[in-house]
């Protein structure tokens, strides 16, 4: 593609990257339909099991109980039939974009003894370095708990889930319908730009593509309001009165609450180790 066209190609790769993405979560769904541990348990204990292990996390000062955290998780994923190579590589290639960027100053600006020298008289201190892998431990075991829940749970369970605990109704409503919607309106854009593509030869100059881009973006927004307002109106031809209902009820089983008992205990226990 030349110059004047990477423009429009960056928007269009980046709008079926994401693309891509949301249809791995088929991948999601084949594992929360197997027989697992996770699986098989009720989603109020698996929401509020996760909710205490993240403040657990989140409170330890302590790399060693951290790392026990991570431990539990990847062993609870693979008693939940979930591939360990997947999370892992799901989590340990995100970071280096995201973590790594916060991280990786911590390393020289963070004041201590001097750990290793680098060139450029840069200078990595022993508590940038601690500052560093704290920071990459919790957010690498986070995200493994929460892709956790998220791949052994469907996503209208957690939502029902969400709604018995007392979440706002607004707030499930919202990421309810934000995660059933977003699919179709990237599908509707990567359309839109696969439909431009069909019309135009050649490449178009640097102001022609500003040009597309807008009105893609404003017919996009268009298409978006029409949408939630049909929806909104079929959603109460079908008796939506701005309440959540589900036609599965929950019941926490004896193996619900051991478990539950479990993973609250090394939570609380994490929390005590880890002062």
Do not use: C
Request: aromatic fraction near 8%.
């Amino acid at each position: 593609m030349s110059r004047r066209g990477s423009h429009s190609g960056t928007v269009e790769h980046g709008l079926q990257g994401i693309t891509q993405t949301l249809e791995r979560s088929l991948f999601a769904h084949e594992i929360s339909v197997q027989a697992g541990l996770f699986q098989g348990l009720d989603a109020r204990a698996k929401l509020l099991s996760v909710l205490s292990l993240l403040i657990a996390v989140g409170l330890s000062r302590s790399l060693a109980v951290i790392g026990m955290i991570y431990l539990v998780v990847l062993a609870l994923a693979w008693g939940s039939a979930i591939p360990l190579g997947s999370l892992v590589r799901r989590v340990w290639l995100a970071l280096p974009f995201f973590t790594g960027v916060i991280a990786l100053p911590a390393l020289f600006i963070t004041p201590g003894p001097p750990l290793l020298g680098l060139p450029l008289g840069l200078v990595v201190t022993r508590t940038g370095a601690v500052t560093a892998l704290f920071l990459l431990l919790r957010v690498s075991t986070s995200l493994s708990l929460t892709l956790l829940l998220v791949l052994t749970t469907p996503w209208n369970t957690v939502l029902s889930a969400l709604g018995v605990l007392r979440v706002p109704d607004v707030f499930v409503l919202m990421l309810g319908m934000t995660y059933r919607y977003i699919y179709l309106l990237l599908r509707v854009a990567n359309d839109m730009f696969l439909s431009r593509k069909s019309r135009v030869v050649g490449s178009l100059s640097r102001a022609d593509n500003q040009q597309m881009l807008a009105s893609i973006a404003g017919a996009l927004l268009g298409k978006s309001l029409d949408l939630s307002s049909a929806v909104y109106l079929a959603m109460q031809s079908r008796g939506f009165r701005g309440t959540m209902v589900t036609l599965k009820p929950f019941k926490m089983q004896r193996r619900d609450w051991f478990w539950s008992a479990i993973l609250g205990s090394i939570a609380a226990l994490s929390i005590i180790l880890g002062r």
